[in-house]
């Protein structure tokens, strides 16, 4: 589990709803049934028509990528090329086969089975390319998702908000409850602002993020492996490699205690 959208996530919660307490507001008047079910069940059923079953199978998997930890360790999957790269130095292409056919990256034992099986260079940059597209699509179609959930949202806050005020203007005879009708009238909006701008489109943020950070290391990979391909000397590799690394550490939030590639 990615702690840090846990913690903003909640962090972004306590902050409305320690705001709206600090001015006076209660509990009672913020937790509106009837206004979430407007917001939240109008928004569901707007992603619903907007897509098609099959991409909305996938939310879950799209959460699990903006929520779970990242597992990617550029640094780590750098030295394993480049010890590969000695591997073949001393016992030649052949020597990887074991090792290509057990690795537990998809990515990474797709580009050296291709390798070892003599596949063009051209051609395997051309498979591995694709299959970076074919991850950016993904992430893109999961991003989508919650962008159209942030845009309807508000848009179902104002309707609903509407709705209370009709409903005001039509008692106007009790004028006593005027202000707090309106006042739960506007509940609506506020749910509906708020969910976009802290859920939805923060998770969609999430994903590209996480897309962007992928592609990075996939790309890092498949220099690595055209690398071994040509045959090149282990530090040649290292040197080719250095750059995504170096992205990578200006990205961190915090300095890794590792030393240097």
Known sequence: MDITSIIGLLAGIAALIGGFFWEGGSLTGLLQLNAALIVFGGTF?????????????????????????????????????????????????????????????????????????????VQVRQILELEMDAKELKYEGYAKIFEAAGGYAPTMGIIGTVMGLIRVLSSLTDPSNLGASIAVAFTATLYGVASANLIFLPIASKIKSRCQSELATMEMLLVGILGLQNGDHPQLVRRKLSPFIEDYAGERSTESARGPL
């Open 45 to 121: 059923a707007a992603v619903l028509i907007s897509f098609p079953a099959s991409k909305l199978r996938r939310v879950p998997a799209a959460l699990r990528v903006a929520f779970g930890k990242q597992s990617d360790r550029p640094e780590e999957k750098a030295e394993e090329l480049i010890s590969m790269a000695a591997i073949m130095r001393r016992g030649g292409l052949l020597a990887l086969e074991k090792r290509a056919e057990e690795h537990p990256d998809p990515y990474t034992r797709e580009g050296l089975m291709l390798i070892v099986d003599g596949t063009d260079p």
